[in-house]
Nanobody, 121 residues
Framework: QVQLVESGGGLVQAGGSLRLSCSASGRIFAINNMGWYRQAPGKQRELVATITSGGSTNYADSVKGRFTISRDNAKKTVYLEMASLKPEDTAVYYC???????????????WGQGTQVTVSS
């Protein structure tokens, strides 16, 4: 069974930095794309950043230049470095990964449980 676990959330002042981690475990043959999403109170979940298995990245315009997504394939972990944080970054951040459980299995999406990030003034 595949499990994604996020960590690193917390309370930080505006302008500060935070690093989120998400590690995958369980029956995993391969991990393709990984990404971070967030959901603020009363709003829909939105894409923050994605990274392919080869390291190609994409960012939401709202975080471009401030956030950096990276991954360590050996550790099956994806990271989100967040800098110059703003109050509008406050949200629950979720990790997503496309994972194949076996060599003949199709990729499917898995979600972590989420980690709270709160940015105060």
């Amino acid at each position: 069974q595949v499990q994604l676990v996020e960590s690193g959330g917390g309370l930080v002042q505006a302008g500060g930095s935070l690093r989120l981690s998400c590690s995958a475990s369980g029956r995993i043959f391969a991990i393709n794309n990984m990404g971070w999403y967030r959901q603020a109170p009363g709003k829909q979940r939105e894409l923050v950043a994605t990274i392919t298995s080869g390291g190609s990245t994409n960012y939401a315009d709202s975080v471009k230049g401030r956030f950096t997504i990276s991954r360590d394939n050996a550790k099956k972990t994806v990271y989100l470095e967040m800098a110059s944080l703003k109050p509008e970054d406050t949200a629950v951040y979720y990790c997503k990964a496309e994972i194949a459980g076996g060599s003949l299995s199709p990729l499917r999406g898995y979600w972590g449980q989420g980690t709270q990030v709160t940015v105060s003034s």
